[in-house]
């Protein structure tokens, strides 16, 4: 919660906080596992109007100046379309939906009146069934079979059921 409030109180337009810190938080709990440790914590938000790398650097920092101990990963879907070679995304939830496994399509924000907003394009029932599957808008096995390998999961998580990337 106090990752949600300092991103929160950035004022950033259309934000979430999402993969790893949602994904990992629900297999976890799955697990009955403490929280295990981020790798990062990937802060996104939708801004048309600048997509300056040198804005994204001065939001990490003041994240990081709250709380060193974590990895601030702050991007502007507005501008990662074309690192990942597809059309420009209309807002934050569609960025997402479109990142490499199922289970990582997922974010979360914090409102001004505390309420917990929740994107998740396939749903988190993809989450709570432990099913690591390649999203159907980003269908690169070469890339999500690497991801499988690098980051290890089912060492953290052994319930988990990696599916075959069956795209061509």
Known sequence: MDCLRA???LNL??????????????????HDLPMTPLNDIDVVYFDR???????????AALLCQQFPQFNWEVKNQARMHIKHQHQPYQNSA??????V???????????????????????????????VSINPHYPRPAVYQQRIRDKKWQVLWPKLMIMTADYS
């Open 7 to 9: 991103v929160r109180e």
């Open 49 to 59: 109007n600048d997509c300056s790398l040198a804005t994204e650097a001065h939001y």
């Open 13 to 30: 337009p259309d934000w979430f906080i999402a993969a790893g810190f949602v994904r990992n938080a629900i297999w976890d709990h799955i």
């Open 94 to 99: 569609d960025a997402i939906s479109r990142w």
């Open 101 to 131: 496994e199922v289970p990582t399509c997922v974010g979360v924000r914090l409102t001004a009146d505390n309420c917990l907003v929740f994107t998740a394009a396939y749903g988190l029932e993809h989450n709570w069934s432990l099913h």
